[in-house]
């Protein structure tokens, strides 16, 4: 993220990366102020409004029904996944591994196995197998012998939540 949450990748309700010009066209042509604008590009774009829709559970089963409006959201945010993993696969040089974490990266096998489709090549792969299997716990997902770990990592916010907490209550002398 930078400034705001705003920048990265098509998010549920989030734009994501855009021009900036955007904002100025908007006002322009839209007659949007700066606190409408605000409100489109935060809560009210990025998957939601490319298909109506900000969980990927049904964009998923909207599209394994043919639900045009909800492929181009799919498409459109494996586009975006691949663009930053080919762009930090550049920056850094090399690779040693790929997480996908949190609620879409730990449940949607169909969104790893897209993000990777086409990165062979650099070492980016996804075992079918492996990608189908659910679970709880940490595991990889990339064929025996990858040049390059691929591996779901489960998230438990909540913890990190509370172990943070508890370190900046001690750590602040406020033991009440």
């Keep these: 993220m930078g400034l705001t949450p705003l920048e990265g990748l098509v998010m549920g309700t989030r734009s994501g990366d ?3 010009a955007v904002i100025f066209h908007l006002m322009r042509v839209g007659g949007m102020s700066a606190d409408e604008i605000d409100t489109l590009l935060n809560k009210k774009s990025g998957l939601i409004g490319l298909c109506g829709d900000n969980d990927m559970r049904e964009i998923r089963r ?3 029904e043919g639900d045009e409006q909800a492929e181009l959201a799919f498409d459109i945010y494996i586009h975006r996944l691949k663009k930053y ?16 974490t949190a609620g879409v990266g730990e449940n949607a096998a169909p969104v790893r196995e897209a ?3 086409g990165l062979e090549e650099l070492g980016l792969a996804v075992d079918g197998e492996r ?3 659910r679970g709880d716990e940490a595991r ?3 064929p025996e012998g990858s040049r390059v770990a691929v591996a779901v990592v489960p998230t438990d916010e909540e913890l990190e939540i509370a ?9 602040s002398g406020n033991h009440t």
Excluded at 85 to 100: E, H, K, Q, S, T
Excluded at 163 to 171: C, D, E, K, S
């Design 18 to 20: 855009m021009d900036p």
């Design 62 to 64: 909207r599209v394994d």
């Design 85 to 100: 993993i080919g762009a930090y696969y550049a920056v850094l040089g090399r690779v040693d591994a790929v997480a996908f």
């Design 115 to 117: 993000a990777l489709a």
């Design 131 to 133: 990608n189908a299997v």
């Design 140 to 142: 990889l997902i990339s």
């Design 163 to 171: 172990t943070q907490t508890y370190a900046l209550v001690i750590g």
